[in-house]
């Protein structure tokens, strides 16, 4: 008898040991950690997630001219050139390393070196990274980011579009969490991220251009993004076994 293949979907403030062993960890940011490293990794630069500020800059000097980038409140720190801002990234036609210190980088460090293979996943990139998933592994986990203690819609709805595409390739829903969830935001389509927590919070910082650029680019990317000793890798993406949805 095959094993079967499930998929779990999570929270970073949860614990995977919960689940039953998995063998992939999805981590998931959409605004914006998650889709700035996807958008630096697609200008094929160096990208390197850092848990803070002061990792950022103890990794930048061992790069050259690297471009340092943080959130909101660290990025004004001498050394940095960028906020968290994946308009503005898109923006450059430099191809330095890049650094960037966020909450993704945080559980990168405090987690990543204890879980098996690890994709760092966003709207660009989830068509993509669901076909690697489906012929690669058979216990995926799916983390969505958390922001103040609270599990943002955007992030909701990138897991559970992932999720449902695995399921529709023959995958199980595993725990009553993940089928609501897939059931609720598995078709759900992304302009309703406009109206989310975090799309006002960009507005209220002026971050408008931000904001469009998430909302506009969906599956732009055939592009795999992995977590590999401190650095994103960038795998060429796999021929699908069956179709697997593009996300609305």
């Known amino acids: 008898m095959l094993e079967s293949r499930t998929v779990a979907i999570d929270s970073v403030l949860e614990s995977p040991a919960r689940h039953s062993p998995c063998d992939a960890v999805v981590l998931i940011d959409v605004i914006c950690d998650t889709t700035t490293l996807v958008t630096a990794a697609a200008q094929e630069r160096a990208v390197y997630p850092a848990a803070s500020a002061s990792a950022a800059l103890f990794l930048g000097r061992e790069l050259r001219e690297p471009l340092l980038a943080a959130d909101e409140d660290e990025a004004w720190r001498p050394g940095f050139e960028l906020?968290?801002?994946p308009a503005a990234l898109a923006g450059r036609s430099d191809r330095r390393p890049?650094?960037?210190?966020?909450g993704t980088g945080a559980t990168l460090a405090a987690s990543g070196l204890f879980w098996p293979e690890v994709y760092l996943?966003?709207?660009?990139?989830?068509t993509a990274t669901a076909r690697r998933l489906a012929l690669r592994h058979r216990r995926v986990l799916v983390l969505d980011g958390a922001h103040e203690g609270d599990i943002r819609c955007e992030d909701r709805l990138a897991a559970a579009h992932l999720a449902r595409a695995l399921v529709e390739a023959g995958y199980e829903a595993d725990g009553l969490g993940t089928r609501e969830t897939i059931e609720r935001w598995g078709a759900a389509d992304s302009s309703l991220l406009s109206w989310g927590r975090s799309a006002e919070e960009l507005r209220s910082r002026g971050q408008h251009e931000d904001l469009d650029f998430v909302l506009s680019h969906t599956d732009d990317l055939n592009i795999v993004c992995t977590f590999t000793e401190g650095r994103l890798v960038v795998e060429a993406p796999e021929e699908p076994v069956r179709d697997v949805p593009v996300i609305a």
């Open 83 to 85: 906020r968290n801002s």
């Open 98 to 102: 890049f650094v960037l210190a966020c």
């Open 121 to 126: 996943v966003c709207l660009r990139n989830l």
